[in-house]
């Protein structure tokens, strides 16, 4: 059987290097379902993400009265993978896939889905449950610890014994960043800084840049004038201004969507964009509000593989106990870290080549995860 033999094949490779305890296992492809399963490996090698995903499910396995959800379906998929006697073999997801099309109309057909919308989906329904959990919880009588730390972590009681206020589920401890927004009348030159929450940054890209200079881009300062005026609360009237996002406070595991699907006006349709975008394995963050620097290190890519929107296929990349392996459905290899550039992209338009980095991720060094 070919399963078998890959996955020997793979423990070969790694031999004595193989990382104690660590699993890789392919996901069984169900129709169309890559943009799913590239999406699990990236999340199940975010390690933060992982642990607490398990220790959820160990909180939560004797617990009778518990529904089905996407939560506990991906708690189950990741425990099956991290529980398996066997080190490398093929999983089929199929009840987590079950569960994620009956949440979701927009996944339910067998047409070409994609990867950035369903991690989106998936984070935000993750997030959803967790917090019903921990609400239910604060408002039901007597002592509420265990749930609640299964959707909070460990529970920090102020001094005068109120708790903390809105719940920052495990999800939010890894993903979520703030943005701040800043506006500078032109005229009195008040700033109006406004924060928000992100759990990804979806940037705009340019032919033959880098995540450095979108990145740049992003926090650039546009002039809001003519019929964009900001009304400044000071000056009580419509003003130019000039306005700028910056990051805040850069998240723990930060994630990267590039715009690689463009609307085009004339065609009527969207165009997938190959540009080339380098992303460095090794990212430093400037330009945020708080910390001068903040350090990171790239541990997985959602690839999109094809010539358009439309169709095509996701695999993706990820660096585990410093090896770099290859998750295509059910089929995983190694891989050389030199491999990694020629994903970033093409200088020409047209090129044969259309494996291109789609979704980023990178772990925050300064953190001690």
Known sequence: MVMGATASKLEKALGD????????????NFGNT????????????????REQLLEYYSNNKNVAEVDENLLTCLADLFNQINSSKKKTG????????????????????????????????????????????????????????????NANGPVHLRENGAKKEPLLTWVHKSFQ??????????????????DETFLDLSLDIEQ???????????????????????????????QEAQKRMKIKKPPNVLVIHLKRFKYIEQLGRYKKLSYRVVFP??????NTVENADSEY??????????????????????KSHNHWLFFDDENVEMMDESHVQTFFGS???????????????????????
């Open 34 to 49: 890559c943009y799913c399963n590239s999406v699990l490996q990236a999340l199940y090698f975010c390690i933060p993400f």
């Open 17 to 28: 290097q193989f990382p104690e305890g660590e699993r890789y296992f392919g996901l069984e």
């Open 281 to 286: 394995l090794e990212l430093k963050l400037s």
């Open 208 to 238: 033959n840049s880098s995540i450095t200079s979108c990145l740049k881009n992003f926090s650039s300062t546009e002039t809001l004038n003519a019929e964009d005026k900001f009304f400044c609360d000071k000056c009580c009237s419509l």
């Open 297 to 318: 290190s790239l541990f997985a890519v959602v690839v999109h593989v094809g010539s358009g929107p439309n169709h095509g296929h996701y695999i993706s990349l990820v």
């Open 90 to 149: 093929v999983i089929a997801p199929k009840r987590f896939v079950q569960r994620v099309k009956k949440q979701n109309e927009l996944f339910r057909s067998y047409m070409h889905q994609d990867a950035h919308e369903f991690l989106n989906f998936l984070l935000n329904e993750l997030v959803d449950i967790l917090e019903k959990e921990g609400n239910d919880i604060n408002d039901s009588p007597g002592t509420s610890s265990q749930a609640e730390q």
């Open 347 to 369: 200088a020409q338009e047209y090129s044969s080549n259309t494996d291109h980095g789609y979704i980023l991720f990178y772990e925050n060094l300064s953190v001690g995860n």
């Open 177 to 194: 960043g703030i943005l701040t927004n800043e506006t500078r009348c032109l005229r009195c030159e008040t700033v109006t800084a406004r």
